[in-house]
């Protein structure tokens, strides 16, 4: 690498032809696959070609600056991609409205259920148990606070002195991993 300590305008094609192959190698390291490594490092000479054109001033550090880009852009992507690895069941209208009466079956107070109602319920606590079980306990906390004690987000940031943003995220990566966890079961019952 030569020894220009930053980027502009004139020296950008110069320098990306510089770094390329380190960044490139670097990246490649880190993702699976050789295409995704491509496609990471052509954004991350688009933001430096759109930083150079746009800011007042050059930037200093080049090499610094590039793979602080390229580690920031390879979490934003394996965090993309995790999220697009869980599937969520898409419904269409009567699966809709067959869970609907599944749940109301399920969860409601009469006081004497059927014996398959029973058994039904049994099995969706027993799973539900294993479940919770299984994540982070601080995203099993803010699931059964909210859903099953029915305690407000907002009430629980204050009492724990976390913030209502931290207990959103928490929620919702509990309730993607119960929703993977518990789709089977679902599926099953309304296959019977």
């Known amino acids: 690498m030569n020894n220009v300590a930053e980027v502009t305008k004139d020296n950008l094609e ?3 032809k510089e770094y390329q192959p380190q960044l490139k190698s670097f990246i490649r390291k880190r993702v699976d696959n050789k295409e995704n490594a491509e496609d990471i490092l052509q954004d991350v000479f688009y933001q ?7 800011a007042m001033n050059p930037i200093e550090h080049v090499a610094a600056w590039l793979y602080r880009v390229a580690k920031n852009t390879i979490i934003n992507y394996s965090t993309k991609k995790r ?28 006081s004497s259920p059927s014996p398959e109602t029973e058994y039904l319920r049994s099995v969706v606590w027993t799973e539900l148990e294993a479940a919770l079980a299984e994540l982070p306990p601080e ?3 803010i699931f059964e606070l909210t859903e099953l004690d029915g305690i407000p987000v907002k009430e629980i940031a204050q009492t724990l002195g976390v913030p209502v943003n931290t207990l959103l995220s928490r929620k919702h990566y509990a309730i993607l991993h119960l929703r993977k966890r518990l789709k089977e079961l679902y599926c099953d019952v309304l296959a019977s």
């Open 139 to 141: 995203q099993r906390e």
């Open 83 to 110: 999220e697009e690895e869980i599937p969520v069941y898409q419904n269409d209208e009567e699966d809709i409205e067959i869970f609907k009466d599944f749940s109301e079956d399920l969860f409601s107070n009469e």
């Open 14 to 16: 110069e320098q990306i």
């Open 48 to 54: 430096l070609t759109k930083t150079v054109n746009t």
